[in-house]
């Protein structure tokens, strides 16, 4: 391969900034990957087996692998010409190495951990096998190298843990996970790759649609749950289950209006016109993953609100239905703080309300609880209208200095 060739494969300045049709079909496997993670959270939630806590922190691994996969796509996608071959090659053999860990995801922690972890590691260390000979003759070649290097070490932990018997598998897998998200952090730092945020260039536009597309798939699923749920099981229902799918459709509104007001709407103006915009792009990395979080927790809650409406909550009930939201909260704040470099006011009220009214939200219904969670979201949300009127004119701290 020539160097002509490997310049081929960067993205232009000129190019569109809009995601291609090549994503939106990606983020079809990982639509169905997040209703896998919901649906193991419910039988978490109301089969249970192990401590809630361990329930839990088992599918967020296997939640948390799955968007690495994808934010490690973003970002190739972000960096190098998606109509290039060798790019739709990788792509497409990421989908399907993602939608063969969302078919094994159920049983993954069980009998099921190769079918998840080999397809997990062949997704990165196949992207860099192909990356390496492509971009032969260019410093990019490095950069390659040092990614490739951070999952090649992560691997071995991965595999073995996926031989391990369960208990002893989720330890290994964890310390995979902190290896693949500490060299994200980090930029997948090699001596041989150089050092400095420079090497990423930002096509800020371009990455801003693909946080907000997968932002927007992730609220998809907790339409789809909700709605499967009471078509299915309660459609015509009187009483509780039709109020709880309102209540959940109600709740969805209101996180993508929290989302959007402001900093979802001008993320494209914060990574696009930013002096620091690779430093804006990292930040937001990790805030979208978070709310993606929230998002499957929420969808998770509101599966079983519908399912049990007037039951009184068990813990676990409380920590999905009022959790979800309260981490959606923490999340959207630090978006909000990468973008304008401020901490607003009514959300750290939210978020206290929130946890202060767990213990409470014991002694009433599922109803009554998952409603109190949509009431501090509408509060928020009525808070945004009011202070947008106050201060019309928001501008991105990284573009004009610190703001308001």
Known sequence: M?????????????????????ELFFDLAFAFGLSRVSALLVVDLVVGGRSPLVEFGGT?????????????????????????????LVVAGTMLGSL?????????LGNHGLPFAIP????????????LPALRGRVEQRRAAGVLLWFAVSAAPWIVGAILPEGRREALWALALAIDYTGAVLLWPAPWSGRGPE?????GEYLSGRYRQFFTIAL????????????????????????????SFATTVLLWRIYTHRVGEMLPAALGKSAEAGRVARRALPAHLVMVVAIVTTAAGSQVLIDYPQRHPA??????????PA???????ALERAEFARNPRDRVIGLLVLIGLGPVMLLVPTLAAASTATAVLAGIVIADAVHGRRRPADVPSRQSGRSQ
């Open 327 to 333: 981490l959606f909260i923490v999340g959207r704040g």
């Open 220 to 247: 998809g699923e907790l339409i789809v749950v909700a709605g499967t749920t009471y078509s299915v099981k309660y459609y015509g229902a009187s009483g509780g289950r039709t109020s709880a799918f309102f209540v």
């Open 199 to 203: 090497r990423w260039p930002v096509a």
């Open 120 to 131: 997990y590691v062949a997704i990165h260390l196949g992207r860099g096998l192909v990356m």
């Open 315 to 324: 813990p676990a009930w409380i920590a999905v239905i009022l959790g979800g």
């Open 60 to 88: 967020l691994l296997l939640l948390l692998a799955m968007l690495m996969v994808w934010f490690a796509t973003a970002w190739l996608t972000n960096l190098y010409d998606p109509g290039r071959p060798e790019i739709q």
């Open 100 to 108: 063969l860990m969302a078919l094994a995801l159920p049983q993954a």
């Open 2 to 22: 020539t160097t002509s060739r490997a310049d081929e494969l960067l993205r232009k300045r000129d190019q569109p900034p809009r995601p291609t049709f090549l």
